[in-house]
């Protein structure tokens, strides 16, 4: 059974460091993109970009690019999003999803992490 | 980028009834590379249809998609109770991948 389970809720301050995971068991991880989405509270769903674990090729919505970054850990097949300092505007739950076909990097989600949300505040 | 207007943004109909939920693209959506989604409070996101039309796996034949280009549909033939929830469309035909605002199917 494919899994993605996600690390708890954080509550950060502005401008700290932050990094979350998507931990994925049930499949060959280093074989299927995974994304990244966000939902900030309220509204809809975001793409932010994508990762493939075998050779950490990534691919940025301009939205986000420079504004995060994301990392695996093949020995744990685990896949991270960061953030170097985080703002109020940050705050919102992120979900990792991974690629329903193996190899292609465009392509629909079809299994989800369950959220984790974070919140920024002073 | 493309950008995907989802309507009505709100959807009141009974059980039983049929649903019928637009999707139109800023721009031609190439291969029909369109899913929808459906997220209900407190939970994650569920991909229902990909391509367009194809339903994805254990979901029920009363779903189903249409379209091609710019204007695409999620029908869903009659309501039951577990299907009032939000429903997302999502191009994956171009970078960056985009989703629409969101239409809210509510109980009457």
């Known amino acids: 059974e494919v899994q993605l389970v996600q690390s708890g809720a954080e509550v950060q301050k502005p401008g700290e460091s932050l990094r979350i995971s998507c931990k994925t068991s049930g499949y060959s991880f280093t074989s299927f993109w995974i994304a990244w989405v966000r939902q900030m509270p309220g509204k809809g769903l975001e793409w932010m970009g994508i990762i493939y674990p075998d050779d950490s090729d990534t691919r940025y919505s301009p939205s986000f690019q420079g504004q995060v970054t994301f990392s695996v850990d093949k020995s744990i097949s685990t896949a991270y999003l960061q953030w170097s300092s985080l703002k109020a505007s940050d705050t919102a739950i992120y979900y990792c999803a991974r690629i329903r076909r193996g190899g292609i990097a465009v392509a629909e989600l079809a299994f989800w992490g369950q959220g984790t949300r974070v919140t920024v505040s002073a | 980028e493309i950008v995907l207007t989802q309507s009505p943004g709100t959807l009141s109909l009974s059980p039983g009834e049929r649903a019928t939920l637009s999707c139109r693209a800023s721009q031609s959506v190439d291969y029909s590379f369109l899913a929808w989604y459906q997220q209900k409070p407190g939970q994650a996101p569920r991909l229902l249809i990909y391509?367009?039309?194809s339903r994805a796996t254990g979901i029920p034949d009363r779903f189903s998609g249409s379209g091609s280009g710019t204007d695409f549909t999620l029908t869903i033939r009659r309501l039951e109770p577990e299907d009032f929830a939000v429903y997302y469309c999502?191009?994956?035909?171009?970078?960056?991948?985009?989703f629409g605002g969101g239409t809210k199917v509510e109980i009457k």
């Open positions: 391509a367009a039309s």
């Open positions: 999502q191009q994956y035909g171009s970078f960056p991948l985009t």
